[in-house]
C-alpha cells in the first residue's frame, strides 16, 4: 500500500522565523497530486496547499509553499514567518491511486508549536 | 458558511452499545468519507461513498457499517462500542476537484 512518511513527531519555532515540514510519500503513479492540511486544537482541518506532480513551479500560497522535490518523492510544507496562530497539526495527503475518487491516505502528522 | 457538519463534537458511550455518528454537506459533493484519527496514525480512512447508496470499504472498516440515503448525509454506525473505538471520527465531502471538506470531528469516547 502507498505510504505517506512525516518523520517530526513535533517541531519548535521561534516566531516570526521560518520552518520547514518534512513529507515524503511512496507512488508508482505518473501523476498525482499532494496536499497539506492544517489541524488547529479545535480539530477542523483546513486545507493549506496543493501540488500537482505535474506543476512545473512549487505551489505557493501566501505564507505557505511546497518545496516539490519528485525524483526524492518528497513535498516538504515551508511555513515563513511563523505566527502563533501556527501552532497546529499539520498533515501531509495524497490520493492512493490516480483518478480522482477524492480519497486520501494521510501521513502521521507533525505537531508545530511557535514560541514568541 | 457552513459546510461539513457533524452531529456531536463529543460523544461517551459505553461497551456494546449502538453508536450513531451523522455528517451533512451543504455543498451537493458526490463524496463522503468518514475517517478516524489516532495519535501517531495520522487519519486513517473507514469507509467512503460516493453516491447515494453506493458505499466502499476504507483500510480499517471492521466494527463500523455506514448508510448514504441521501445525497448529503452520510452516517457512521458503530453497531457494538468497543473501547478500542475510542477516537476522533472526521467526515469529509469532495467533489470531483480537489476540494475537499472536513467536518469539526466528533470526539468519541467509549467506557
Known amino acids: 500500500a502507498q505510504k505517506i512518511t512525516q518523520t517530526q513527531p513535533g517541531m519548535f519555532v521561534q516566531e516570526k522565523e521560518a520552518v520547514t515540514l518534512d513529507c515524503t510519500y511512496d507512488t508508482s503513479d505518473p501523476s498525482y497530486g499532494l496536499f497539506w492540511y492544517k489541524q488547529p486544537s479545535s480539530g477542523e482541518m483546513i486545507f493549506l496547499i496543493y501540488?500537482?506532480?505535474?506543476?512545473?513551479q512549487n505551489a505557493t500560497e501566501g505564507r505557505y509553499s511546497l518545496n516539490f522535490q519528485k525524483a526524492r518523492k518528497s513535498a516538504n510544507l515551508v511555513i515563513s514567518a511563523s505566527q502563533l496562530g501556527d501552532s497546529a497539526m499539520y498533515f501531509c495527503a495524497k490520493p492512493p491511486y490516480s483518478g480522482n475518487t477524492g480519497k486520501l491516505i494521510f501521513g502521521q502528522g507533525t505537531t508545530l508549536q511557535v514560541k514568541p | 458558511d457552513v459546510k461539513v457538519t457533524q452531529s456531536s463534537r463529543y460523544l461517551v458511550k459505553r461497551t456494546g452499545e449502538k453508536v450513531f455518528l451523522e455528517c451533512v454537506q451543504d455543498?451537493?459533493?458526490?463524496?463522503m468519507f468518514w475517517y478516524r484519527q489516532d495519535p501517531g496514525l495520522g487519519l486513517r480512512l473507514i469507509y467512503f461513498?460516493?453516491?447515494?447508496?453506493?458505499?466502499e470499504k476504507g483500510d480499517i472498516p471492521e466494527g463500523y457499517s455506514v448508510s448514504r440515503e441521501k445525497k448529503e448525509r452520510f452516517s457512521l454506525i458503530l453497531e457494538s462500542a468497543s473501547t478500542n473505538q475510542t477516537s476522533m471520527y472526521l467526515c469529509a465531502s469532495s467533489s470531483r476537484t480537489i476540494d475537499r471538506y472536513f467536518g469539526p470531528g466528533t470526539r468519541l469516547t467509549v467506557t
Open positions: 501540488q500537482g506532480s505535474y506543476d512545473q
Open positions: 461513498s460516493y453516491d447515494v447508496k453506493m458505499k
Open positions: 455543498m451537493d459533493h458526490e463524496n
